[in-house]
């Protein structure tokens, strides 16, 4: 049933229904307007800010396209030089690309010509080998060619077709440009340095005394070197 209240008023006022009656007690902002506001458009509270929701994403991250970003990978990786198959099959795994993908695409690679690790070694041989590039003998390009991920039956056809004489002419120019900075040095401390340059670079003893004996002088070399040693 509804109540009524009192209005003040003329004697001729009459009782207004009450519209809180029925729902129950009056709310708590009722005679507030900014409680009412905020109420009315439900302002989140500071104790109320962890009750929201986060935000969820509408559309989840498309998948990359392994095969087309190994792609791009290997053809940036050729192109002004030739490499191994192992340094691009290096390069893919460390980009993450599967390496399922990285496998079917490099043989891909190889039957169209574009991965040839028997044309990269005789590449690579010609110029390290060069007397205007590193000078390295035989020796010294089979180990090169091996942490490249060449095999060895590979890498031995490319080495073999190294000429004896350019290999030896290799030597003397390395030793002939050596002796230029060496003028204050005596002719033992010379030949040891020498003899060891050429070791390092793969050129094999007897070969390195030979060449060294031409340059310094051969009465040098020999009272400078064991004999077990020429």
Do not use: C
Not at 120 to 125: N, P, Q
Not at 196 to 214: N, T
Request: charged letters at 35%.
């Amino acid at each position: 049933m509804t109540s009524e209240v009192d209005r003040p008023g003329p004697a001729t006022s009459r009782r207004v229904a009450d519209p809180w009656a029925e729902q129950g007690p009056p709310p708590e902002w009722l005679g507030d307007v900014s409680a009412g506001v905020e109420a009315w458009t439900r302002r989140a509270t500071p104790d109320r800010v962890d009750d929201a929701e986060p935000e969820r994403p509408t559309s989840e991250d498309p998948e990359p396209d392994h095969e087309a970003v190994a792609r791009k990978i290997l053809l940036d990786q050729l192109t002004g030089q030739a490499r191994s198959r192992k340094e691009l099959a290096d390069k893919l795994a460390k980009r993450n690309v599967p390496a399922d993908i990285a496998t079917r695409l490099l043989d891909r690679f190889e039957e169209v010509g574009l991965v040839d690790d028997g044309a990269f070694a005789r590449s690579w041989v010609s110029s390290r080998g060069a007397v205007e590039g590193k000078a390295l003998a035989r020796r010294a390009l089979a180990q090169e060619l091996r942490r490249k991920g060449v095999a060895d039956e590979v890498a031995r056809e490319a080495l073999d077709e190294i000429d004896p004489d350019h290999e030896r002419e290799a030597a003397r120019a390395l030793v002939r440009k050596k002796l230029r900075s060496m003028a204050r040095l005596d002719d033992q401390t010379k030949i040891r340095r020498l003899v060891a340059m050429l070791g390092r670079k793969g050129y094999p003893p007897g070969l390195a005394f030979a060449v060294v004996r031409d340059e310094v002088g051969a009465d040098a070399v020999d009272d400078g070197v064991p004999e077990s040693e020429l």
